[in-house]
């Protein structure tokens, strides 16, 4: 029987995350030291995870981190998933969030070994304010070039995700406009939550969507096109139709009542929302000799637990238990 929460809502997209190390310290994620860092696991633990999962009527599954392109064997781990069917008989849709630095020699593998799409993320057209945000020096023509090799493995739709903040790069909506047509990717523009680990978060700093769309109108028209109703982004093509966009708005229009999806952290713990203030340790239930069915039944009643919304902006938000870098975004 498939996994529906208590307010009737099917969960079918699986993030899991495969380490919280990263090689980038953006300024919206993390401090620029270390931090604390969680286990990360052995892939065949990820692996019966998410076919665990998958049995349940888990359809998508997307890797993440931290930075999922630092862990060896993430190739082969693509391959396995890529093995599981659905409970549908249908392959896995399998993605991948990355920063890119590593990718463009990895993404004709990966492609090979069965990833469907992947989403770089890169929040500034320029390379020093690019570096002034991922606080590495030289990371932009990396990214560029795994962007592009992206497209050439055919890892498409190409998605570039942007968190916009205002003081950093709220000037970079209509040059990731033009970036969108001239390099036939679709740009996201994501507002930033307050999940980092700085916690430098204020309503001030969040460029909201209505802002977006009012400045990208400025460089040219563009309206809304129509989108899935669990789809995080709300989209929009330009008027000639060259060049799409996407607009990430948890904060100013917030979508929790579509929420389709379910995390799983490096250390095995699942997480009912981004804002979750616990989570749920299903490496625990495995490393005490759960069975598959077992393990299955504790899936379920944490589903029941799912969050109704989140509360960000409310006089009664309480921060999430993990920073973005700790859950996998
Ligand atoms: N390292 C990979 C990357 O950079 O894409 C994957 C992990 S990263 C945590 C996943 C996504 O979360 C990125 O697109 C990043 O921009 C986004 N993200 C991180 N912190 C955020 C925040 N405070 N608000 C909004 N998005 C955030």
Redesign the pocket.
């Known amino acids: 029987m498939a996994l529906i929460d208590k307010f009737g809502r099917p969960i079918t997209d699986l993030r899991i ?1 495969i380490t919280d190390h ?1 090689n ?1 310290k ?1 300024v ?2 993390r401090t620029g030291n270390e931090g604390a860092l969680y286990a990360d696991l052995p892939f065949s633990e990820y692996l019966r995870m998410t076919r665990i999962l998958v049995g349940l009527g888990i359809k998508k599954v997307r890797i ?5 392109l630092l862990r060896k064997g993430v190739i082969d781990f693509v391959r396995e998933l890529s093995k599981l069917p659905t409970v549908d008989g249908d392959p896995l849709d399998i993605a991948m ?4 630095h590593l990718l463009a020699d990895m993404a004709h593998p990966l492609k090979e070994a069965g990833l469907n799409r992947v ?3 890169m ?1 500034a057209v320029d390379p020093d304010r690019f570096a002034r945000i991922t606080r590495v020096p030289n990371g932009y023509d990396n990214v560029l070039a795994s962007i592009r090799a992206a497209k050439r493995a055919g890892l498409e739709p190409v998605k570039v ?3 916009l903040m205002r003081g950093f790069n709220e000037d970079q909506i209509i040059p990731f406009g033009m970036f969108a047509r001239e390099e036939g990717v679709i740009v996201r523009f ?7 680990e700085d916690r430098v ?1 204020s309503p001030e700093v969040v460029v909201t969507l209505d802002e977006i769309v009012q400045r990208m109108n400025e460089y040219r028209p563009f309206v809304e096109i129509p989108h899935e109703r669990s789809e995080t982004a709300r989209r929009y093509r330009f008027d000639d139709g060259v060049g799409e966009i996407g607009i990430i708005a948890p904060v100013s229009h917030p979508f929790c009542g579509h929420c389709s999806r379910i995390r799983i952290t490096s250390d095995g713990k699942i997480r009912t929302c981004l804002f979750s203030i616990w989570d749920h340790d299903l490496h625990g239930q495995m490393r005490r000799g759960a069975s598959d069915d077992e393990l299955a039944e504790f899936i379920r009643g944490v589903v029941q637990k799912k969050e109704q919304r989140h509360h960000i902006g409310e006089p009664d938000f309480v921060p999430a238990s993990r ?3 700790h ?3």
Not at 64 to 68: I, K, L, S
Not at 190 to 196: A, K, N, Q, V, Y
């Open positions: 995350s990263c980038y953006c919206y994620c993440t981190g931290g930075e999922p969030t990355t920063n890119g989403t770089v993320s929040d995700n942007c968190v994501i507002e930033f939550m307050p999940l980092e978060w920073t973005m870098v859950i996998g975004g």
